[in-house]
Nanobody, 122 residues
Framework: QVQLVESGGGLVQPGGSLNLSCEAS????????MGWYRQVPGKQRSMVAR?????ITKKADSVKGRFTISRDKNTVYLQMNNLKPEDTAVYYC??????????????????WGQGTQVTVSS
């Protein structure tokens, strides 16, 4: 089992920045990839960014040039700059043991955090 604890969400004005972090504990040797996903009411959870154990990254087109994902051992970070109202969502951390899902771009399985709210509003 892997436990994920997220932090760093909140309310920010458009153009502002936030840094999310997610620390994994437990059976961390099982983890291949970690990532951030977001969900708004009535829509499916979608990928924001994900990173492999060798620091290969993938990002959604909508956040390229604004968001940076990084990983330090069992903690994954999401630096979000130039935030827009459409970035408002609940952000979830994921830890996935599957390299195949990462390289194929498939939706991850594994473990999920409890979610942290990010609200971008003036």
């Amino acid at each position: 089992q892997v436990q994920l604890v997220e932090s760093g969400g909140g309310l920010v004005q458009p153009g502002g920045s936030l840094n999310l972090s997610c620390e994994a504990s437990g059976s961390v040797f099982d983890i291949f990839a970690m990532g951030w996903y977001r969900q708004v009411p009535g829509k499916q959870r979608s990928m924001v960014a994900r990173i492999s154990s060798s620091n290969i990254t993938k990002k959604a087109d909508s956040v390229k040039g604004r968001f940076t994902i990084s990983r330090d051992k069992n903690t994954v970070y999401l630096q979000m700059n130039n935030l827009k109202p459409e970035d408002t969502a609940v952000y979830y951390c994921n830890a996935d043991p599957s390299s195949a899902r990462f390289y194929s771009g498939s939706y991850p399985a594994g473990y999920w955090g409890q979610g942290t709210q990010v609200t971008v509003s003036s």
